[in-house]
């Protein structure tokens, strides 16, 4: 297992791994197919974020592919420049195997070194297993987003979720 700082060279292979992830998951914010993201958009999305000291996106590989994904964007004004709001994917048949905990564990060294000291998420309720992912890598719940979301036509909640870690 190796987790890096995703190139331009990933490009179609991320964007490949976004929609997988996508089409897998109950709980991401696009349902399968509803949007289109080509090569060349995620090719422009990660030239755009290398020019931003606050904002990556890191990858993890196993057996020669790529299997998950965390994408941190910073702020963008100077008052939030020290924040990252963060959106992570790992494939269905990864899910389990410590692939989540590698990226935050990377994620953390990064943002030590880049002046980040808030990362912050938002996580449907009801999803258990990714909640305790969160909490694990020290993340606690500051607030509640109700009727956020509209999963399988039914309103559901989301946790505001953050970590200060410098």
Same mark, same amino acid.
């Given at each position: ?73 910073? $702020?963008?004004? *100077?008052?939030?420049?020290?924040? /990252? ?8 048949? +990864? %899910?389990?195997? #410590? ?15 880049? $002046?980040?000291? *808030?990362?912050?998420?938002?996580? /449907? ?8 992912? +969160? %909490?694990?890598? #020290? ?28």
């Amino acid at each position: 297992m190796n987790v890096r700082h995703a190139t331009v060279d990933d490009a179609e292979e991320l964007a490949h791994l976004i929609l997988q992830v996508e089409k897998e998951a109950e709980f991401m914010l696009f349902e399968a197919g509803e949007r289109t993201l080509t090569p060349d958009l995620q090719r422009s999305q990660i030239e755009a974020m290398q020019n931003e000291e606050n904002s990556t996106i890191l990858v993890a590989e196993a057996d020669g592919k790529l299997v998950g994904y965390l994408v941190a964007r910073g $702020g963008s004004a *100077r008052r939030n420049k020290h924040t /990252v709001y963060i959106v992570i994917g790992v494939l269905a048949s +990864y %899910r389990g195997k #410590g692939i989540g905990t590698m990226l935050f564990a990377e994620l953390e060294r990064w943002a030590r070194t880049k $002046g980040i000291h *808030r990362l912050e998420l938002t996580v /449907v309720v009801n999803n258990q297993r990714a909640v305790s992912l +969160y %909490r694990k890598m #020290g993340f606690e719940q500051e607030g509640i987003k109700r009727h956020s979301l509209l999963i399988n036509g039914k309103y559901v909640d989301e946790y505001y979720m953050a970590n200060c870690c410098n």
